[in-house]
């Protein structure tokens, strides 16, 4: 993984990028939980969704580049 | 616990106080802890990235702190999209005038005018992402004024420090025991349903007095707009919601809808009373009887509204057959026309019950029933002049703030121009921004003295940032507590910004007393350059005048109802109406003169309006005979002008305007459905205890109603 992506010819952290991109696929995720209701099923929603955001935030940054 | 009461009856009483007391106190507790944890969570991470300013992400977890997760949140949210909005102007004016410090500040104060302008124009946190904005720009682009291209660092440093600070609260709040306002939402749309059904079904006897629908009406505006501003916080804590939210804004739409329908009958009913024509009245409620019979089962939690559908769809069928059948038993002339009116607006409020209560039903539903609810917006009533008021006097203040600096030569110029900025955006929506202001600025004051004792004879002892932790926590626990008192709500909040942004936590802390109290001076001349202003240029909200300017647009809704395009009208008509009443009320004294001249008005505005609108709905569905359409429209155009501007002179021409409209339908064949609308119309102008009886040249002037405009 690139330390630094440039942007417009400004330097951004790598990790910045990958943040701000797990967070876009976290609200699609929180997105299809709250269309079928699959937030019944989890017994604290909030932390479940800090959760799954760790995963995702972890999975971009070990695999995606 | 026993001992202290002896007898068993007072012992729950008592038991009961105290566990609410105990609640209510954990509840304030936890809300400290929570606010605490971000603090210093934020400080802790802010100082491990190196920001250039870990106080500023401190301070934005106190802004933002709430004892509901849904408002820390929408506020967060807010708050990012003002901040990245102020930013980007900052960048541009600072890239546009870096030599020109006059037209630097010009433009710099214009926008942050433009932006306090912008926030009246809101009533939740949408507003607050406009004055951030404006400030945002003026504490990225102040610092450097100096130093030009030191703009962009300046930008992202103030971006990563105030999202680091949003990131955390809203983590902090959202995770560590939530208190979720998706109970209070439920709550209230369980309780504005009950309510409702529960007042339908007691109408059945029917005449209700003046007053009580008067008071019921205002309670059911403030139901729809309540409802409407927590959708609007709660779809940022609860997914579920979020999905929901189409649902929750057509239901509230149609209990609007509803309502209108449903106190305009009770007016009718009311007036037929009055006239002595109890037939015609009796045989109206005869018909409206099965309602209340369909209605007529208790509502528990979870099932309530299915139950009421297939109830109320029988009763509209039993009515439908009975609408003849009653109509049969009268035979004067005048009693038909009035049954005829009364009944095609009893089937109308039939309808629009049975689509309210389907809109119940299907929101309290386990799954969410086909995603395509239909879109509905709600409007608000905004008025632009007022808007313009608060951008010039923003703007203003600020020049003369940036004239001083520039004139004196103030090293800490800036410092005070900034608060002055954020003061004079932030309270300029609240309804008494002078007195705000100084009770925040007291308790700024105080946090500063606080901040002194506790930065040079607390913080100069420990070491670390744990000890650092220990040090600071209890004054700003103090502050914090004070928040959510009702009383000192405003002291607190001030006392707790004052106290973070004062001690200016960094890396590496200097401790040094002159530039603290310099830095304090111009804080508190910024604070009371806010205060003064708001003195010098009163805020339009809450003054006579803007009052008089909103009845005056409520008066004029009757002109949109008769004019504006048809298409979303119904909805447009209803939500603004609703918006304007809801910000009158919320200025006036309940049960002043004022407050009851509103109440009279929205009321005629919200039956007159409503029944235009059918007209107009009823002319473009079925084609209109090209001889009668002329007397139609100036039926039409002359109660929108009298509505506008109201005088006895109007007031005939409306009238008569109407009749000859009402005789000419009677002389066209084919056309009598509009009949039902003209007649309502004229019956609400020819109400002696409405608020028209002023206007009306034989009955002398109502002492009840002041003349409003």
């Known amino acids: 993984m690139p330390r630094e992506i440039a942007l417009g010819d400004a330097l951004v952290p790598g990790l910045l990028v990958l943040f701000v991109l797990a967070l876009v696929a976290l609200a699609l995720l929180d997105w299809v939980a709250g269309r079928f209701g699959l937030y019944r099923l989890v017994w604290h929603p909030p932390l479940f969704r800090l959760g799954v955001f760790v995963c995702v935030f972890g999975a971009f940054a070990l695999f995606l580049i | ?709």
């Open chain 2, 1 to 709: 616990m026993s001992a202290v009461n002896p007898t068993a009856a007072t012992a729950p009483d008592t038991r009961q106080v105290v566990v609410e007391t105990l609640r209510e106190e954990a509840s304030i507790w936890l809300f400290v802890v929570k606010t605490l944890v971000a603090f210093f969570a934020t400080g802790w991470l802010a100082m491990r990235f190196d920001l250039p300013a870990p106080s500023t992400a401190m301070l934005t977890t106190i802004i933002v702190a709430n004892r509901q997760a849904g408002m820390v949140l929408a506020k967060s949210f807010y708050r990012a999209i003002g901040t990245v909005g102020g930013a980007t102007v900052a960048v541009g004016i600072v890239a546009a005038f870096p030599q020109q410090r006059d037209l630097f500040l010009l433009a710099l104060s214009l926008w942050i005018g433009v932006c306090s302008g912008g926030a009246t124009l809101y009533r939740n946190f949408k507003s607050y992402a406009f004055v951030l904005g404006g400030y945002t720009a003026a504490i990225v682009a102040i610092p450097v004024i100096d130093n030009p291209p030191g703009v962009f660092d300046s930008a992202v440093a103030r971006l990563s420090e105030v999202l680091l600070g949003l990131l955390v609260s809203g983590v902090v709040n959202d995770v560590v025991f939530p208190s979720r306002m998706r109970d209070v939402l439920r709550r209230s749309a369980r309780e504005q349903f009950a309510h409702f059904v529960g007042f339908v079904r007691g109408a059945t006897e029917g005449a209700i007095p003046r007053d009580v629908m008067e008071s019921a009406h205002l309670r059911f505006v403030r139901e729809a707009v309540t409802l409407e501003d927590l959708r609007s916080s709660v779809i940022f804590e609860d997914a579920d919601a979020r999905a929901r939210s189409n649902h929750l804004r057509l239901f509230n739409q149609r209990f609007m809808a509803a309502s209108t329908s449903f106190q305009s009958l009770h007016h009718l009913v009311n007036r037929l009373k009055r006239a002595r024509r109890d037939r015609t009245a009796d045989t109206l409620v005869r018909l409206y009887a099965p309602i209340g019979e369909a209605l007529h089962v208790p509502i528990e939690a979870g099932m309530g509204a299915r139950v009421l559908l297939p109830r109320l769809a029988d009763a509209r069928t039993t009515m439908r057959a009975q609408v003849s059948v009653l109509r049969a038993t009268l035979d004067d002339a005048q009693d038909l026309r009035d049954y005829d009116t009364g009944a095609s607006l009893l089937m109308r409020f039939v309808d629009e019950l049975h689509a309210y209560v389907d809109a119940a039903a299907s929101l309290q539903a386990p799954r969410i029933a086909g995603g395509a609810a239909e879109r509905v917006r709600f409007d608000r009533g905004n008025d632009w002049l007022g808007a313009g008021l608060a951008t010039f006097r923003t703007t203003i203040t600020m020049l003369v703030l940036g004239i001083f600096w520039i004139e004196s030569a103030w090293p800490l110029g800036s410092s005070a121009m900034l608060l002055a900025t954020i003061f004079a955006g932030l309270f300029a929506t609240t309804p008494n921004p002078t007195r705000v202001t100084w009770i925040v600025m007291l308790g700024y004051l105080t946090g500063m003295a606080m901040g002194f004792i506790c930065e040079f004879f607390v913080l100069t002892q420990v070491d670390g940032y744990g000890l650092l932790i220990v040090g600071i926590a209890p004054f700003l626990a103090v502050g914090l507590v004070m928040m959510m008192s009702r009383r000192l709500g405003s002291f607190g909040l001030g006392w707790s910004m004052g106290l973070a942004y004062i001690l200016a936590l960094k890396n590496v802390q200097t401790y040094d007393p002159a530039h603290f109290i310099n830095d304090a001076i111009a804080q508190v001349v910024g604070l009371g350059a806010a205060a003064v202003s708001f003195v010098v240029i009163p805020p339009a909200i809450g003054s006579a005048w803007l009052r008089r300017r909103q009845l005056a647009r409520l008066r004029g809704q009757v002109a949109l109802a008769a004019e504006a395009p048809l298409p979303g009208l119904r909805h447009r008509f209803e939500s603004v109406n609703h918006d304007l009443v809801s910000q009158v009320v919320a200025q006036t004294q309940p049960g002043s003169a004022d407050s009851r001249a509103l109440i009279a008005w929205a009321l005629a505005v919200h039956e007159t309006g409503r029944a235009l609108i059918e007209l107009r709905h009823d002319m473009a569905r079925r084609e209109v005979a090209s001889t009668l359409r002329p007397y139609l429209e100036d039926a039409l155009r002359t109660l929108a002008r009298f509505y506008e501007k109201p005088d006895p002179a109007g007031y005939l021409l409306a009238r008569d305007a109407v009749a000859t409209a009402i005789a000419s339908v009677g002389e066209h064949e084919g056309h009598a459905h509009l009949l039902e609308h003209l007649h309502l119309v004229r019956m609400a102008l020819l109400d002696g205890e409405s608020v028209l009886a002023a206007y009306m040249p034989t009955a002398p002037l109502a002492k009840e109603i002041v003349h409003a405009s």
